[in-house]
């Protein structure tokens, strides 16, 4: 595999061989169904995947995605897209699908010594889908984000949404500030 300094990537640290040899066989497999009419089925990707590694998804129940959509669809827009909205995990499918969507080739996963690693990708054009998915791939097999280059430039760490459950309550915007109030008339 030819690797260079100008793939977007996510670094990780290994927490066993077990899990990384899982994450490069699905990532290879990704790569290879990229090229081509992408299988979707969720049956034919879950055989990548333990019990334990499928736990980190959202497997919603339809009332459970009921509720979400209901807490979604109350929250104001500006406060729908900011990083303090709280969402459910990934679920499965569309975490698969973001990765065989997305605008870039898989390159593959480079160790660099027992503790870390990085999977990278080539991106066709910018913007391309993002890193999201592909950080949860990481996270799913166990290894712990240490940081990622989207091509504009290396972030430390795996910046995450709060997380949702389904006992939270609708989204209640907050009551306007007295100078909010003021400002408004």
């Given at each position: 595999?030819?690797?260079?300094d100008?793939y977007?990537?996510?670094?990780?640290?290994?927490?066993?061989?077990?899990?990384?040899g899982?994450?490069?066989?699905?990532?290879?497999e990704?790569?290879?169904?990229?090229t081509?009419?992408?299988?979707?089925?969720?049956?034919?990707?879950l055989?990548?995947?333990?019990?334990?590694?499928?736990?980190k998804?959202w497997w919603p129940?339809?009332?459970?995605?009921?509720?979400?959509?209901?807490?979604?669809?109350?929250t104001?827009?500006?406060?729908r897209?900011?990083?303090?909205?709280?969402?459910?995990?990934?679920d499965?499918g569309?975490?698969?699908?973001?990765i065989?969507?997305?605008?870039y080739?898989l390159?593959?996963?480079?160790k660099?010594d027992?503790?870390?690693?990085?999977?990278?990708?080539?991106?066709?054009?910018y913007?391309?889908?993002?890193?999201?998915?592909?950080?949860?791939?990481?996270r799913?097999?166990?290894?712990t984000v240490?940081?990622?280059?989207?091509?504009?430039?290396?972030?430390?760490?795996?910046p995450?949404?709060?997380?949702w459950n389904?006992?939270?309550?609708?989204f209640m915007?907050?009551?306007p500030?007295?100078?909010?109030?003021l400002?408004?008339?």
């Amino acid at each position: 595999m030819d690797y260079s300094d100008r793939y977007a990537f996510v670094d990780f640290t290994v927490t066993s061989e077990s899990g990384l040899g899982r994450l490069e066989r699905v990532v290879a497999e990704l790569a290879s169904q990229k090229t081509g009419e992408a299988l979707r089925a969720d049956d034919f990707w879950l055989q990548y995947f333990t019990e334990c590694d499928r736990k980190k998804f959202w497997w919603p129940s339809a009332a459970q995605l009921e509720l979400w959509n209901k807490f979604w669809f109350s929250t104001p827009l500006p406060q729908r897209h900011s990083p303090e909205m709280p969402a459910p995990s990934w679920d499965f499918g569309s975490m698969i699908d973001a990765i065989l969507d997305g605008e870039y080739g898989l390159v593959g996963v480079r160790k660099f010594d027992t503790e870390s690693a990085r999977l990278e990708i080539d991106p066709y054009a910018y913007p391309y889908g993002g890193m999201d998915a592909l950080r949860m791939l990481v996270r799913c097999f166990g290894h712990t984000v240490t940081g990622f280059d989207d091509g504009t430039g290396f972030a430390s760490g795996d910046p995450q949404s709060p997380p949702w459950n389904e006992n939270m309550p609708p989204f209640m915007p907050k009551k306007p500030s007295l100078w909010d109030r003021l400002k408004s008339r």
